[in-house]
């Protein structure tokens, strides 16, 4: 099945094999939150022999086998990706490129390799065409994680309820995306195929905006309310408390549609604005209720 692009945000729910896949041994490179949760659950699941996490820091390789994230870790990339089957590329977006040419060079004839980025056009443009003959790459983002960073705070169920994304391209196998597609349901998460683009466009509006936005009322709030604020600002602003330079980069790599959504977000406020200014009491309800109605229809 191929990813159409549409003017709209074309998505297509993906019907997962009944048997998930199984693997003999997953390297997984970068064991933070999402990479060590990612470990937790295939060894919880039984989904792999052996999981094998590469990284860079030792202190957080060690801490990744010291929460059952992994079975054994190692700082050599190349050693890593020729032991696996399935390579899962989790580390941040503007090295996700390098990481995964650099995998796919050591990788045997036949492995398969994805990545947890919350960006995909420009990765999925770049490794076009790149990689070796019998490796190949299938896009895909898990919309799960925190605020919170590393492998302390993996859980196994974080992807379970969950929605992942898979990005496949015009040039993509079936094979490859069915396995990318049954390796998030085995995990848990509600499987959909999007094009790069059309996620990219999307993810702008339900993450990378809403980020800005509540890292704005976050600097906005002075120090001497601090001790005022209650659920509604804390919950508004929790994912300002993310890490700074990760989105940094996912917002410059998704720059023309995060501008795009903070556009219309701009609009919105303005009407609110201009309600409240006017003390226009009919036009303040309406534009609550809509707003009401469409957080009602997301649910929890």
């Known amino acids: 099945m191929k990813p159409r692009e549409t003017k709209r945000q074309d998505m297509i729910r993906r019907e ?29 699941r039984r989904m792999a022999g052996k999981v094998v996490g590469v990284g860079r820091n030792a202190d957080r390789l060690k801490r990744a086998e010291e929460v059952g994230a992994v079975d054994v870790t190692t700082q050599d990339l190349a050693e890593g990706a020729r032991q696996a089957e399935l390579v899962v590329v989790c580390t941040p977006v503007e090295r996700i490129v390098d990481t995964v040419l650099a995998a796919a060079s050591e990788c045997r004839e036949g492995t398969l390799i994805t990545d947890a980025g919350s960006t995909k056009r420009l990765i999925t443009r770049a490794l076009q065409g790149k990689l070796p003959a019998g490796v190949r790459f299938v896009g895909s983002h898990p919309i799960a994680g925190s605020e919170k960073s590393g492998a302390e705070h993996a859980r196994a169920d974080l992807f379970e309820g969950r929605v992942a994304v898979v990005t496949p391209t015009r040039s993509s196998v079936e094979g490859d995306v069915q396995q990318t597609a049954d390796l998030w349901s085995g995990l848990g998460a509600s499987v959909y195929l999007m094009s790069p683009a059309a996620h ?101």
């Open 16 to 44: 997962t094999s009944r048997d998930t896949g199984r693997w003999n041994t997953v390297a997984i490179v970068g064991v933070g939150l999402i990479g060590g949760s990612i470990g937790l659950a295939l060894r919880q």
């Open 200 to 300: 990219d466009r999307a993810l702008a509006t339900t993450s990378h905006a809403p980020h800005v936005i509540a890292a704005a009322m976050a600097r906005s709030t002075g120090r001497g309310d601090w001790p005022l604020t209650g659920g509604g600002w804390k919950d508004t602003t929790r994912i300002a408390g993310g890490d700074p330079e990760l989105w940094t980069q996912i917002l410059l790599d998704n720059r023309e549609n995060v501008l795009a959504s903070l556009g219309r977000f701009e609009k919105s406020f303005s009407a609110f604005r201009a309600a409240v200014e006017r003390s226009d009491r009919r036009r303040l309800a309406r534009l609550l209720l809509e707003a009401k109605r469409h957080r009602d229809a997301v649910g929890n």
